[in-house]
C-alpha cells in the first residue's frame, strides 16, 4: 500500500467519523421529553 492510499483512507476515516458524531449530536438535540437539572439554584424542568 503506498503513503498516498493511506493518506486518503485516514482523510475518510476521520470524515465518516465526523460525519457519524454529527448524526448523533443532532440526534441528541432533537429528542422528545424533559430535561431536569439540579444545581445551585435548585431544581429546573424544562420541555424539549
Known amino acids: 500500500m503506498s503513503k498516498q492510499n493511506i493518506l486518503m483512507i485516514a482523510i475518510a476515516a476521520l470524515g465518516i467519523g465526523a460525519g457519524v458524531l454529527g448524526y448523533w449530536l443532532y440526534q441528541e438535540q432533537h429528542q422528545p421529553g424533559v430535561d431536569i437539572r439540579i ?3 435548585g431544581v ?3 420541555e424539549r
Request: charged share 15%; hydrophobic share 15%.
Open 39 to 41: 444545581g445551585g439554584n
Open 44 to 46: 429546573t424542568i424544562r
